[in-house]
């Protein structure tokens, strides 16, 4: 930016910097430090007023630059991330709770299986729950929105542990509370093997930090051992009102150990825990073992103690409840190499004496999910806890993360760096058109202060560090017109100069808004009644359109509650399952007619009950995907979907979104892009009352989803439609020639017959609009 100084008459002219020794009636002429900061006036005798005029011409430049960036950034921020600036908002929690927080975003998650080492996410338990629309429960079931909602804000929870009493499940957590920052133990219950989870509150609060609540049964007794390192030692809590009220049994180690569980083994109970204070400790990588004749203690410690002192990755950090598997016992451990808790390791104990320990690690198949930040898990998982039910059947509870430790401080200085690049760039620009032409004026140099004495002046010729930063700033100073010799901006090739710089400050900007505003890029579920679920993505296509679904397939299946895709292969020879990039399990299936109506036909393989119907043409951001997830699951008996039409009774002429916003209502939504339920929704498309319909369909090779919106309508006297406003649509099928609706017009006269046919058939819509805006959600505009 350019500073106004003192005009001089001789010399370089102009200056728009202070010369270094400039005084008043100073005769140290010597010290003329002028032209490393010259203006544009290559005549000299620039005065003071000339050197002002260039002082406002720089800064008002500097100043509709970053306005101009500053304008671009947020237009992009309001339309590319606009979910992300109303985040609490779209979570339905109040102000507090659910905050971004630098340890993470965690949250828990149950699985089933055969035995501890083939465990399965409930969701493939096909567990539904009616009044939830849980159809079917899906993980996470314990979020910090479960523990904000009912009344004990939490940024996140972690750290699960399971007490299980006959058919009852109490699972206790690290919860960090929003007000405090720090951990305390909290509760929930399930009395439907974890489908459902009533939150009871905070078990345990003390005033320094809480986690791994590790919950055992000591004759008769009940049991907690929380980390509480900050507090300098290890304690041992007793219920005295299970589950909520504990009181302190005995401090049982004068050591801050971290992540301590207690198992009998061999006539003895051995403590394992990890000590971050202790000397030669390396973070994570550290482990230590005590044995004692009781739980209770006193605790003596393993003679090879540390037993690991090791590779931060290497899992020696103990990561949950040990097991006992066909006799044998295993210890889980953390896996902290690239982040903390980055995931689990398996590790059979071969040998736990007083005086020898061993253990091997062992394979531990966990299917980890390929959608990244938008599954709830996607990024690590640092916690296990597994037991064996009554039933023989096994049950685990594990947290996960879909960000890294230190993800938004990550982001943070990204986006600061990005926003230094287009300051750099301003400069830049500001140069080469001649409105910068001082890049570091003098006066802001080291030791600068106006006048100066001879002996000041004397000291700092003799101070090294002083004479090479005046060096560094007078060099520097040169630069704007050796850059100014080279680009000229009225040149064709300076003109291009200046439009790459412009863009790339452009893309700067966006990267910054990005970083600092726009979150961790997840594009997470929605909840509904404090839990989630899963849909079937379906869609029609043929050979003709495969480019477009190798895109569809890659884009979508990275959803968060897409389960699997369904692909109606209409005609050709279908592709490869290897051919297509998808995160979830995809099925093709084949027809032997090319007919629209296979798009709702019975398919009896689809475990869901909610079904997104979506043309392979079709692209918006998994965000409003799950906004329009959710308002299914408020409305499941609807067709709830991203494009509205308009049906006047009087004229059954169709048209398109503008007719609707124009008559500020409709009653009608293409099933294009629109949830249904697989059973109800197929099931009347292919009743007998429907066969003339289907048959018009076929006859027309158009319309099946306008029949869809007629056979809603004469099943229901209730509203039968929700629209979705998309935050961004794309068609695709607008670049190529494979698309049954290019020639608008026939397509819509064909559609216009349609409705007449089907208003005889079936009744008429009239008396069915809803109006925009009537859910109040800020998602039908």
């Known amino acids: 930016m350019v500073v106004a100084g003192g005009g001089e008459s001789g010399g370089g002219g102009g200056s728009c910097c202070m010369r270094w020794w400039q005084h008043k009636g100073n005769h140290h002429h010597h010290h003329n430090y002028n032209g490393h900061c010259n203006g544009n006036n290559s005549n000299g005798g620039g005065g003071g007023g000339g050197g002002a005029g260039r002082v406002a011409s720089g800064f008002l430049f500097c100043l509709f630059c970053f306005v101009m960036y500053g304008l671009i950034a947020g237009l992009y921020g309001w339309i590319i991330l606009k979910p992300s600036f109303s985040l609490y908002e779209r979570r339905g929690l109040p102000w507090l709770g659910c905050q971004e927080d630098n340890e993470g975003s965690w949250s828990i998650g149950l699985f089933y299986g055969d035995s501890p080492f083939s465990l399965k996410p409930i969701e493939t338990a096909e567990l539904w729950r009616n009044e939830s629309a849980a159809w079917p429960v899906a993980n996470p079931v314990i979020t910090c929105a479960s523990a904000s909602d009912s009344g004990f804000p939490s940024n996140f929870v972690a750290d699960p542990f399971l007490y299980v009493q006959g058919d009852t499940f109490y699972l206790f957590y690290e919860t960090k509370n929003s007000f405090t920052m720090q951990g305390d133990i909290g509760v929930a219950k399930s009395i439907d093997k974890g489908a459902t989870w009533e939150q009871l509150g905070i078990a345990l609060d003390e005033d320094w930090h809480l986690s791994y609540p590790y919950v055992f049964n000591y004759h008769g007794q009940i049991y907690m051992m929380p980390e509480s390192n900050e507090k300098g030692d290890l304690r041992l809590y007793r219920a005295i009102n299970f589950p909520l009220q504990w009181e302190l049994d005995r401090i049982i180690m004068k050591k801050p150990l971290i992540d301590s569980f207690i198992i009998d083994h061999d006539g003895e109970y051995w403590l394992f825990g990890s000590d971050h204070s202790s000397f030669g400790t390396k973070k994570n990588g550290q482990l230590e073992i005590w044995y004692s004749s009781s739980p209770l203690g006193p605790w003596k410690p393993h003679k090879k103690n540390p037993v690991y002192n090791i590779d931060r990755s290497f899992g020696a950090r103990n990561g949950g409840r040990p097991f006992r598997y066909n006799g044998n016992l295993y210890r889980i451990g953390q896996d902290c190499g690239e982040t903390y808790g980055s995931r689990l390791r398996i590790f059979k104990i071969e ?122 700033c007078s060099r520097l100073n040169r630069v704007p017109s050796f850059i100014r010799g080279r680009i000229k901006p009225n040149t064709y090739t300076g003109r291009l100069v200046l439009a790459v710089i412009f863009a790339i400050g452009i893309v700067f900007s966006c990267i910054g808004v990005s970083f600092i505003y726009g979150g961790n890029g997840a594009q997470e579920p929605y909840s509904w009644k404090g839990q989630y679920s899963q849909f079937t993505l379906l869609t029609m296509t043929y050979d003709a359109r495969l480019w477009n679904l190798k895109m569809y397939v890659k884009h979508y299946s990275r959803c968060a509650s897409v389960k699997e895709i369904v692909v109606v292969w209409n005609k050709g020879e279908p592709p490869k399952l290897s051919d297509l990039d998808s995160a979830v399990p995809i099925r093709i299936r084949v027809e032997d007619q090319n007919s629209l109506n296979n798009r709702f036909k019975m398919d009896p393989l689809i475990k869901t009950r909610a079904v997104l119907e979506l043309d392979d043409d079709i692209m918006m951001s998994c965000d409003d995907v799950e906004r329009g997830f959710k308002v299914w699951r408020q409305h499941p008996d609807r067709i709830v979907g991203f494009y509205p039409r308009y049906v006047d009774g009087s004229q059954l002429k169709y048209s398109g979104e503008k007719y609707a916003r124009l008559n500020k209502g409709y009653n009608m939504i293409l099933t294009g892009a629109a949830f249904i339920d697989s059973q109800l929704a197929f099931g009347r498309y292919w009743s007998a009352q429907a066969k003339a319909g289907r048959e018009v369909v076929d006859k027309n090779f158009n319309c099946e989803d306008v029949l869809l919106n007629f056979l809603y309508a004469n099943a229901s006297s209730s509203k039968t439609v929700e629209y979705i406003r998309p935050a961004w649509a794309i068609d695709t099928s607008k670049f190529s020639s494979a698309a049954i609706s290019r020639n608008t017009q026939v397509h819509y006269n064909i559609r216009s017959n349609c409705l007449v046919t089907f208003s005889k058939m079936y009744g008429s819509l009239t008396g069915r609009r809803s109006e925009f805006n009537g859910r109040k959600d800020g998602w039908d505009l």
């Open 351 to 472: 040998v736990l004496t007083k005086v020898e320990y061993k253990e091997v690690e062992v394979p531990f198949l966990f299917e980890e999910s390929k959608k990244g930040r938008n599954v709830w898990n996607g990024a690590r998982y640092h916690h296990l806890d597994v037991q064996q039910l009554s039933s023989g059947e096994w049950v685990g509870v594990m947290d996960g993360d879909r960000v890294q430790s230190g993800d938004s401080v990550h982001r943070f200085l990204l986006g600061c760096a990005s926003v230094a690049a287009v300051a750099g760039l301003v400069l830049l620009l500001g140069v080469i058109l001649g409105a910068v032409n001082c890049i570091v004026p003098l006066n802001w140099c080291a030791n600068y202060s106006g006048k100066r004495s001879d002996t000041l002046l004397a000291w700092e010729r003799a101070n090294l560090f002083s004479s090479k930063v005046r060096w560094f």
